[in-house]
């Protein structure tokens, strides 16, 4: 069955400190790969995305996040992080032959000062 | 441009009673989809819609029906509510659906008592 974890529910960091949060899918087929963030108060929105090609790919506040196809993962990565990366982020998945999202259970994300 | 709205913003209703919720997606889109986040939890895709056909269905009961109009808003109706059913309905959109990115409404939030 199609599924996305994330095994983390809360990681508290420090400011500048890196962070790595981790997503795992489930999937008999060829799967795109989504990053959304919700900062408090606000609505969801797209972080970074993997369709194909490059299995590294970033967003332009610093995030990354790599597809690693034979651990079935799309762990998400900051090298320093900021009070204002403070959000709960959701893993998602579509599977490329239907249109169907599935959204992993999301991780809370508090930056420390 | 004005991104996806919703409406009612927040309403409450008993069990057995029936709801419709509306969206409008951002201009130019002609995908819709529709999510249901409980707290604590990632959104679960409810259903999809691209030029007024249904792509894409999730695992709801049949008490949950959704339709896209000409203009491609949308609503989502849900049937004999149930306590369950309480939740924040998110409505996104997007050009075709699937590997776009999706923007997301603000979300309505019902509460079934």
């Known amino acids: 069955a199609q599924s996305v974890t994330q095994l983390d529910s809360q990681v508290p960091v420090f400011e500048e400190a890196p962070v790595e949060l981790r997503c795992n899918y489930s999937?008999?087929?060829?799967?795109?790969l989504f990053w959304y963030v919700q900062y408090p108060n606000q609505g969801l929105q797209l972080l970074l995305k993997y369709l194909s090609g490059s299995t590294l790919v970033e967003s332009i506040n610093g995030f990354e996040a790599e597809f690693n196809k034979s651990q079935t993962s799309f762990h998400l990565r900051k090298p320093s992080v900021h009070i204002s990366d403070t959000a709960e982020y959701f893993c998602?998945?579509?599977?490329?032959?239907?249109?169907?999202?599935?959204f992993g259970p999301g991780t809370s994300l508090s930056v420390i000062p | 441009d004005a991104g996806v709205t919703q409406s009612p913003t927040h309403l409450i209703k008993t069990r057995g009673q029936q709801v419709t919720l509306r969206c409008s997606p951002i201009?130019?889109?002609?995908?819709v989809s529709w999510y249901q986040q409980v707290l604590g939890q990632g959104p679960q895709f409810i259903f999809q819609?691209?030029?007024?056909?249904?792509?894409g269905r999730g695992n709801f009961p049949d008490r949950f029906s959704a339709r896209q109009f000409p203009n491609y808003s949308s609503e989502l109706n849900v049937n004999a509510l149930l306590l369950g059913d309480s939740a924040l309905y998110l409505c996104?959109?997007?050009?075709?659906?699937?590997?776009?990115?999706?923007?997301f409404g603000p979300g309505t939030r019902l509460t079934v008592l």
């Open positions: 998602a998945m579509v599977e490329t032959s239907y249109d169907k999202v599935i």
């Open positions: 819609y691209y030029e007024k056909e249904e792509r």
């Open positions: 201009s130019g889109h002609k995908s």
């Open positions: 996104a959109s997007s050009f075709v659906g699937g590997r776009d990115e999706q923007f």
């Open positions: 999937s008999s087929v060829s799967v795109y």
